[in-house]
């Protein structure tokens, strides 16, 4: 099918906006094309569809189509590498105190690590109070900070402080590049902030790596029987 | 379905005649369904926007081309969800959800989707509906709810059947999400969804399990798409 210039930049601009996950009204679309909405509509219309709304869905479905083998990758960097220095500091810290810091209201991620690492005879305790931090009896051990973003949410930056100060080894798992307490930090790991439609998956990857590191986790352990 | 929509009786012939129509997947124009049921353009439009559509083209559209028919998301090449089916059941529970704004939806889950519940609870609320974690439907009685959806998270499937018959003797919908359909909780429910799990897991020869992260992945895309 012939179509001019005008309505191939129309068509790129709509793919544009879906792959953003938006489904662009028409008056938005006219507006971002410089175009009339007629023009749009006899584009529609062109591709042989009964009007705009049409055409959206269909190249909406076309679109998804398209991208049927989305890939996702986990953490940015060399996984493998990640998952056995991991491993190294996990057995490093079995028998000492590790906690992982309360990050948010919710503390979907943090009670994961705590109940996945107990299967396996590593005490972490899910902490948000000094307190649990001040009183040890054993040596510290590893700190998890895991949180996409440290700009936003319901966390206490005067924790991080002082868990830094009590000598603990900082793992962060996060989306951002850097963090203000990067100096302090052991082991940094940069979970890859690749999306579709603008979704966060930050959740889901660090669940997936959680377990990826378990199973790497035992299968060290036990070559070392 | 339509416990908690208020529809005249006009406007209900239009709602079924519409359903009817998106299960034939024959699409009319709203001209065209104004005359054969004899009702004014405007009724037809009026209740699309009843059930949260911006018009009838967009009610037409999202409900037969199963708009959430997505990705199967890969990890590393772990494939997270058989998606050509998953999808559909994407799109129902999106517009289940829709349907039943304004009535409970009660979320449970256990193991290591524990905390799931309160997470998917508080988006739901976040996006204006009446989500509840882990709550029995005794603290519900007597709020005077109209009843809505309960679902039921739980890798195993062999919890919460108890929960679950007394949400459904109470006219609620009940959704379970499980790894295996072939368990008493999918198999009584009236929406399951199978999401692999390993089934090899135990913790000699540890295996990555991503049960939980595809939960996540799951309902992160019935949030996208509500």
Same mark, same amino acid.
Do not use: A, I, K, L
């Given at each position: 099918m012939n179509l001019t210039q005008v309505e191939h930049d129309i068509l790129e601009k709509l793919h544009k906006e879906l792959n953003s996950g938006n489904k662009i009204p028409l008056k938005e679309l006219s507006k971002l094309c410089n175009v009339a909405d007629s023009t749009i509509t006899k584009l529609s219309k062109k591709l042989g569809y009964s009007g705009y709304v049409e055409m959206l869905y269909n190249q909406h479905n076309t679109y998804l189509r398209e991208h049927n083998e989305f890939k996702l990758d986990l953490i940015d960097g060399d996984l493998q590498q990640t998952l056995e220095q991991l491993c190294l500091i996990l057995k490093d810290n079995c028998n000492k105190k590790n906690i992982v810091i309360k990050m948010d209201d919710v503390s979907l991620i943090e009670n994961y690590l705590v109940r996945k690492l107990g299967f396996f005879d590593i005490p972490v305790i899910l902490t948000y109070d000094y307190l649990t931090v001040d009183t040890i009896s054993k040596k510290p051990g590893v700190a998890f900070i895991i949180k996409d973003r440290f700009t936003h949410g319901h966390y206490d930056p005067n924790m991080i402080k002082h868990v830094i100060k009590k000598g603990y080894y900082i793992v962060v798992m996060t989306y %951002? %590049?850097?963090?203000?307490f990067h100096d302090y930090v052991d082991m940094f790991i940069k979970i890859n902030n690749e999306s579709f439609q603008n979704i966060n998956f930050f959740n889901s990857k660090i669940l997936a790596l959680l377990e990826m590191m378990l199973s790497e986790y035992e299968k060290v352990t036990r070559d070392d029987e | 379905m339509m416990n908690d929509l208020k529809l005249g009786s006009r406007e209900e012939i239009v709602y079924n005649y519409l359903i009817d129509l998106i299960n034939n997947k024959e699409k009319q124009t709203v001209n065209q369904i104004s005359q054969t049921l004899s009702v004014a353009p405007s009724t037809v439009i009026k209740v699309t926007k009843k059930l949260g559509y911006s018009g009838w083209n967009d009610m037409f559209y999202q409900s037969v081309n199963n708009h959430a028919s997505v990705v199967p998301l890969d990890f590393n090449n772990f494939k997270f969800l058989d998606f050509s089916e998953s999808s559909e059941k994407i799109s129902l529970i999106c517009e289940m959800i829709k349907k039943y704004r304004g009535a409970p939806i009660v979320i449970f889950s256990i193991g290591d989707t524990e905390l799931v519940a309160t997470w998917l609870a508080k988006k739901l609320l976040n996006k204006g509906y009446l989500a509840f974690a882990n709550t029995y439907y005794l603290s519900l009685k007597n709020c005077n709810f109209q009843p809505g959806i309960s679902i039921f998270i739980c890798e195993s499937g062999m919890s919460y059947i108890d929960i679950k018959n007394e949400y459904v003797e109470h006219d609620y919908l009940s959704v379970s999400i499980t790894s295996n359909q072939k368990t008493p909780l999918a198999m009584q429910s009236h929406i399951s969804v199978e999401i692999k799990n390993n089934k090899n897991k135990t913790i000699k020869q540890y295996e990555p399990d991503y049960f939980a992260s595809r939960v996540l992945i799951f309902f992160e895309l019935v949030l996208k798409y509500l």
């Open positions: %951002d %590049d850097s963090v203000y | -």
